[in-house]
């Protein structure tokens, strides 16, 4: 019996089923499977549960929307030939009883909404939309003015009567986020409030149900195709939250590139423990060369061997995925859009198993090639032979799979260069590490021997024959990287939300305050809070629909970092430069300029539309385009929270258009809920949002994201451990015959320890400074280019985190040596 069933056979007979020296392999490949398939699996159900729900959650097959004003007669003609229509305006306000106010989301439908689903109340009622004279409310607001069934509710000139409290809106994801909870009113009753006026801030939604077989694309299409110039926006049911879309996929890819990291770190992990599961079977490999079995015998064995422990890996891993699916929404629960339960779908799964097999062969392959090329009067030699290099076979299947797992991973992603980016830096992290520790073997060779025996027998460890320098470096340093990267990117998140924004935030946010009226705002303001800041800006709504030469209704993607194309912005002109912005390139235009319309862009935008200095822009306000000129370019403090419009045009280009002013208010803290008091009765159609309640959602959310960034990278944490216990196990053989003979010529236990222990803090020291470095660089891109935050980690966190995970990594290392201490020399020298 020859080849293949001999393998089988032998591997099979030979094969223990607790895994014994194979359990480090076995973990690894767990740990990043089971990443890989949870983060993917989350992300396909949430993707699949919009999809499947879309209709609903848009409000219709089709959505179309535009601000500060309503259809034209043409345009609702031919909405109303595509379908049966649904008309919804959205707008902030303010609901006030008779002791205090609190800022809303008023949304007024019309008698067809909603086209799809229906309104549940908290009475059990299902409904479809509220009577004239009636207000549905959010249980937020109930619970903050006090509110029940019956009440009375003044918005702006109207009193209205609460009619129910609203348990389930059916196109509540649809609508984005608010600034307020929701107030459901009747279209009748928006127009008795008054507060739709000229110039007020507000979008009207246009929902089509249409009939069966319609294309919804091919509709927005013929729309947009017919009213080019009128800003419109479009969402069909395939995608009806686009936002919350983008959100889940951008987390997820972030999130698998951090699991693929996990594997690509779990794998090195896997290389470690085959070599170490190989150094226990050299005299079982030896036997059956002996016995006349070839190298391809061995490697066919060992390969079956690995492979059912691989394969148990992956195996759990999945299982294991599948489970953490609803665990993870449930620690998501406020960021996802939806609610998902268990599910399994096919692509995330299959893909998490092939990086798990790609990674295993990749790392697997040379150690096993090594260990079957070897002649077996040197296996038999023990750890005093080293065993033969790779085959460039073997070589070649170890890089046909890292690569094939590499090109996976890019050609899967939706962003391939981001995708390439971080594993070329991962590669060149890992590279650095095993660099560094190449160059501690050479150092520590030709540095002079301490006198003391302790330190003298710690240095020679580190270079004498068959020592793991390397492969303990590597571990050490990329436990320390992750602990450095974890605390640097939680302190930057939580300095930016906790002192740095609200520091230079406002307290209040006003919208809608009339033109002519800024300078009698200002004294109610000051009647209340005599010492606050009021800072007054024009501000439109509208849609940039061309730039340079290129029309964006005529793009098939959006450019990378173009968000500003998708739907409209905020417009404003001025004739000084903001404040919290820094002129780049360009020149502002003078003070009282009325020369032909000119614009100011962000950098940024700018860099993504390619756009130069006298470049065109156009934008859509109020369904009539114009076009102004590009003069200058400005760098934008964001994290101001100030006025920060990514389009300031010249006076001349705007100022004719219906418009009202928006305000900023810095008031000392706890004067908001008076400021917004005083002005609840003079500017009834004004509405004013409290920065300090925004930014605590914020913080909630931003919070729960950095908690599955963390937890995604406590599996890449688990698995550099598993690396360090992996290369500890590898070294285990020539380590414990040193600890033979060396305690054969009369060294003690403790004696021993202490030579490993000043080992270990040797490499901690000399890796410490390389781990920091990689942690804050990759702490730095996270928190500076994916979240935007300012960059601020807490020094002494920071050093007290590198302080303990090396104490964590120098307690490991020490107790996986510990097992050598008890070895008894007279049956170890009998085994060498």
Partial sequence: ???????????????????????????????????????????????????????????????????????????????????????????????????????????????????????????GRRATHPPAGAAWIAPALAARLGLARGAALRLGDARVRVDGIIADEPDRLGEGFTLGPVVLVSGDTLARTGLVQPGSLYDTRYRVRLPAGTSPARVTERFQRAFPAGGWEAKTRDRASPGASRFVDRMGEFLTLVGLAALAIAGIGVGNGVSSFLAARRGSIATLKALGATGGDIARIYAVEIGVATAIGIGAGLAVGAVAIPLLAELLGRVLPIAVGLAVSPWPFGRAAAYGALIAVAFAAPPIAAASATPAAGLLRGALAPLRAASWRARAIALAAGGAAVALAILSSAQPGLAAAFLGSLAAALLLLAGLGRLVRVAARRLPAPRRPLPRLALTALHRPGARTEALVVALGLGLTLFVLLTAIRTSIDAAITTTIPARAPALFVLDVP?????????????????????????????????????????????????ALRGERGLTYADTLPEGSTLVAGRWWPRDYAGPPLVSVDERLAKALDLKIGDPLTVSLLGVERTARVASFRRIQWDTLGFNF???????????????????????????????????????????????????QVRDLVGQVALAIAAAAGVAVAAGIAVLVGAIAAAREARTYDAVILRTLGATRAQLIAAQLIEYTLLGVVVAGLALLLGLSGAWYVVTQMFDFPWAPDPLAVALTLVAGLGSTIVIGIAGAWPIMHVRPAQALRAI
């Fill in 1 to 123: 019996m020859t080849g293949s069933r001999f393998a089988w056979a032998v591997a099979l007979r030979e094969l223990d089923w607790r895994f014994r020296g194979l359990r480090i392999l076995v973990a690894c490949l767990f740990l990043g499977v089971a990443a890989l398939a949870a983060i993917g699996g989350l992300a396909s159900a949430v993707g699949d549960e919009l999809a499947a729900r879309g209709a609903t959650i848009l409000g219709g097959d089709v959505e179309l929307s535009v601000s500060q004003r309503r259809a034209t007669a043409a345009e609702r003609a031919m909405l109303d030939a595509a379908g049966r229509v649904s008309e919804t305006i959205r707008m902030q306000a303010n609901a006030v009883t008779a002791r205090r106010g609190a800022p809303i989301q008023l949304k007024a439908v019309d008698d067809a909404y909603p086209l799809y689903g229906v309104v549940r109340l908290s009475n």
């Fill in 515 to 563: 033109r002519d009226r800024a300078a009698e705002f200002r004294r109610v303001v000051a009647s209340v809070a005599p010492t606050a800041q009021v800072r007054t800006v024009p501000l439109l709504r509208g849609t940039i629909t061309a730039y340079g030469s290129t029309r964006v209704a005529d793009l098939k993607q959006l450019p990378e970092g173009a968000w």
């Fill in 646 to 696: 990514v389009l300031v045009f010249s006076p001349g280009t705007l100022s004719d258009a219906p418009h009202n002013l928006a305000a900023t208010i810095e008031a000392p803290a706890g004067r908001e809920g008076a400021i917004t008091a005083a002005l609840l009765a003079p500017f009834p159609s004004a509405s004013a949002v409290e920065v300090r309640g925004v930014l605590s």
